[in-house]
């Protein structure tokens, strides 16, 4: 919250919102979603500048426990709603409907998923088409970052070995090849990637708005997987999602188990099950 930096990148974020409302037309509602908002830094940044009337916040964590300490810390605004998000699952599956947001804000979060590309694809389906994204995302690897972050699991749980070979961060270069590839193309980068490597300051606010060229209300399709638990129906799964679709994993087990939202273990022999 009080560090320099995040304070100059929040900061940065909140005149990229600020930009945002001035275009919005008298009496239109401004539909905001936060991802990965924990602890509130940048949404203390954003939540003061917006309108009271127009503005409907909705504040999402996979954490219950940043959940209910941001309902505490932000009482004041009447506009938010509290949600659970896991971004690297379908929003349409978690409650959320489609292409309802203007923008969506994202600080130093959606590098710590496992799938960029699948990330980014639910993300879009958030977004209204010319709907806005910003982010705040580190675009180097630092040593000091890696020295705190590279110590817990979750800093090295990406999979996608094709967009990030060794490390869980995105350059700027490649910033801008996966939003293009995700239908959300125009993306300004500050500070730009000349100026990070003149300064040596990795820390990035990404800008990007989307395009309307994609066909983002086809028609969803659902595939039920059936599989023995090895690495093929979980390769499968992640690139029928990656179009969009929705899969449901079934594995074979002991016992009859939920694992997550679509992914069950049953057994063979149960009729039940």
């Known amino acids: 919250h009080e560090s320099p930096g995040a304070q100059a990148m929040n900061e940065l974020i909140r005149q990229a919102v600020e930009s945002a409302i001035e275009k919005l037309p008298a009496g239109r509602k401004l539909r905001i979603l936060e991802i990965g908002a924990g602890t509130g830094g940048t949404s203390a940044a954003i939540l003061p500048v917006l309108p009271t009337e127009q503005a409907e916040y909705t504040y999402t964590d996979i954490s219950p426990l940043f959940l209910n300490r941001a309902k505490e810390r932000f009482k004041d605004f009447d506009f938010i709603d509290y949600k659970s998000l896991n971004i690297e699952n379908s929003p349409a599956d978690q409650g959320f409907s489609l292409h309802e947001y203007d923008i969506i804000v994202a600080a130093n979060v959606l590098h710590a998923t496992v799938d960029m590309t699948q990330t980014m694809t639910h993300v879009r389906q958030l977004l209204v088409d010319e709907g806005m994204l910003v982010l705040f995302e580190g675009t180097a690897p630092v040593r000091s970052v890696d020295l705190i972050f590279g110590w817990t699991d979750g800093w090295w749980r990406f999979s996608d070995k094709e967009l990030r070979k060794s490390h869980p961060l995105l350059s700027t270069n490649q910033w801008d090849t996966l939003l293009k590839k995700c239908h959300i193309p125009d993306m300004v980068a500050i500070p730009s990637a000349k100026e990070q490597s003149d300064y040596g300051f990795y820390q990035t606010a990404i800008l990007?708005?989307?395009?309307?060229?994609?066909?983002?209300?086809?028609?969803?399709?659902?595939?039920?997987?059936?599989?023995?638990?090895?690495?093929?129906?979980?390769?499968?799964?992640?690139?029928?999602?990656?179009?969009?679709?929705?899969c449901i994993r079934a594995t074979k087990g002991d016992e009859f188990k939920q694992i997550s939202d679509h992914h069950f273990q049953l057994t063979s022999n149960s009729e039940a099950d």
């Open 208 to 246: 990007a708005q989307c395009d309307d060229s994609a066909e983002t209300d086809k028609e969803k399709r659902y595939w039920l997987v059936l599989d023995s638990n090895d690495s093929t129906g979980s390769d499968l799964s992640k690139l029928l999602e990656k179009n969009g679709d929705v």
